[in-house]
């Protein structure tokens, strides 16, 4: 067995043992294994792994993992759809996180949404665009006044830096360049993305309205020339007033008949709910008209 001697701060002499494994951890990190599968292969701890690599002088490896699909960057209907979502309900943030001793900052990017089937056709795009899937949780919420959630969450470093060049959330963010100059049919995948987040359909006893509110001013008016601009009908932009916000929001709607069946035909809604909701008032409309 290797040993070195040492001079401790106090001056006296101290032996120490070389793990027989040293050679065996350096030589398996070297050809590719992280620090934490050779301690499993090995079957020693992570920390000791990581111990002798440091007194090995060894340069620990980045952990970024890849991005599967290397054209991710090409502007799609799938990455228009996920674009359309971060502008709503999708959110991007890093921060500092800890797994017992070891401290590390984590890049995340965050969806949490009421409706299975909005989660799903996020997911759907998403594995389109970067390959792969995001993990998927649920959480049942103690107090029942609000709706239990579903939430879908990356950990992927070159994902975040992607997506959060575009300055996504609060009241700062606004239709990304590319899309407000693409044809027809990405501008309609976007929008569909933000109707699925920001979109409410609301029957009254005068009629319907589908509105989208968002705190982004700037946000908000370029939807408004996108939507307008594949031939649907909307209001002029409004202030929402009602006293349990806590910022200024903008919104528009949609009220008429025609504009309601261009919205369906150019987009609908992924989430069933809203989509049947609109089908509905559609067909009562007909049918009081048939009579």
């Not at 991005?67 to 674009?83: F, V």
Request: hydrophobic residues 35%; contains cysteine; charged residues 30%.
């Amino acid at each position: 067995m290797l040993r070195r001697w040492k001079i401790r701060s106090d001056g006296v002499k101290q032996r120490f043992n070389f793990s027989p494994l040293r050679k065996e951890i350096v030589k398996l990190y070297e050809l590719g294994l992280s620090a934490r599968n050779v301690g499993k292969k090995l079957k020693i701890s992570h920390s000791r792994v990581l111990k002798i690599l440091e007194s090995e002088n060894i340069d620990r490896r980045k952990i970024v993992k890849p991005i599967l699909n290397e054209d991710y960057l090409k502007l799609t209907i799938s990455r228009a759809y996920l674009l359309g979502v971060m502008c709503g309900d999708g959110c991007v943030f890093s921060g500092i996180e800890n797994k017992g001793k070891w401290f590390f900052k984590s890049y995340i990017v965050h969806l949490s949404v009421k409706d299975r089937d909005f989660l799903d056709e996020f997911i759907k795009h998403f594995i389109n665009v970067y390959g792969f899937s995001p993990k998927i949780y649920y959480r049942d919420r103690k107090n029942k006044k609000w709706s239990n959630i579903w939430v879908a969450r990356v950990k992927r470093k070159l994902v975040y830096e992607d997506l959060a060049r575009y300055n996504f959330g609060g009241n700062k963010w606004k239709v990304p360049n590319e899309v407000i100059n693409s044809k027809e049919e990405i501008v309609c995948s976007f929008l569909k993305g933000f109707y699925d987040s920001e979109g409410s359909f609301i029957i009254g006893s005068r009629g319907a309205s589908l509105s989208i509110y968002s705190t982004s001013k700037k946000g908000i008016e370029e939807v408004k020339r996108l939507t307008e601009g594949i031939g649907i009908k909307v209001s002029e932009i409004k202030i929402d007033s009602r006293p349990f916000r806590k910022n200024e929001c903008y919104y528009f709607f949609i009220t008429d008949r025609k504009s309601f069946r261009a919205f369906l035909n150019k987009m609908g809604f992924s989430i069933k709910r809203k989509q049947d909701r609109v089908l509905h008032y559609l067909s009562k409309l007909s049918n009081m008209r048939s009579k």
